[in-house]
T-cell receptor
């Protein structure tokens, strides 16, 4: 049963600390998406990759957020330094650029105190 | 640009009631349309999809028909269950490789 996995599932940290979230896309998928979900803003697209190359990260605060795909089996989203307003659930999703569906991971719940 | 508008929630129903959640879209060309569902504490999962006009997507008793003339993709279910309580997202994907555009989500609460 192929699934997108995300670690950690929950993260509590203090303001100013670095946070790294990891995502393992489904094997063979060549597109990866990072989303952020909050009660106020709903679901926001932060960045997406195709064949490990970043296609669009316009939804991401550039000064503190960075997203990378060091290899086809790992995507990372890093926040440095973290702020309380970054508290949210961060979802990773993967798919095939020839197929319409995205498969979501279970999310990382981030709380910045 | 492309956009999706769906009805505000929460939608509160009794078990076995009929469900409709409205979704309309704005897009150029011929997008694919989707309904995703998010159960509490989980990620989104695809509920159903339709890739061309007049297609009907269906799954788990839910249905939605791609209506190009009204640019709509309303979600329906004839008899809801308590276990259907979740947040439902309407989404579209344009032609070619493009990102998904999501609506704001509609929370459904079903009481026994």
């Amino acid at each position: 049963d192929a699934r997108v996995t995300q670690t950690p599932r929950d993260k509590v940290t203090e303001m100013g600390q670095e946070v790294t979230m990891r995502c393992q896309p489904i094997l063979g998928h060549n597109t990866v998406f990072w989303y952020r979900q909050t009660m106020m803003q709903g679901l926001e697209l932060l960045a997406y990759f195709r064949n490990r190359a970043p296609l669009d990260d316009s939804g991401m605060p550039k000064d503190r957020f960075s997203a990378e795909m060091p290899d086809a089996t790992l995507a990372t989203l890093k926040i440095q330094p973290s702020e309380p307003r970054d508290s949210a659930v961060y979802f990773c999703a993967s798919g095939l650029d020839q197929g319409p569906e995205q498969f979501f991971g279970p999310g990382t719940r981030l709380t910045v105190l | 640009g492309d956009s999706v508008t769906q009805m505000e929630g929460p939608v509160t129903l009794s078990e076995e009631a009929f469900l409709t959640i409205n979704c309309t879209y704005t897009a150029t060309g011929y997008p694919s349309l989707f309904w995703y569902v998010q159960y509490p504490g989980e990620g989104l999962q695809l509920l159903l999809k339709a890739t061309k006009a007049d297609d009907k997507g269906s799954n788990k008793g839910f249905e939605a028909t791609y209506r190009k003339e009204t640019t709509s993709f309303h979600l329906e279910k004839g008899s809801v269950q308590v276990s259907d309580s979740a947040v439902y997202f309407c989404a579209l994907r344009g032609t070619g490789f493009q990102k998904l555009v999501f609506g704001t989500g509609t929370r459904l609460l079903v009481s026994p």
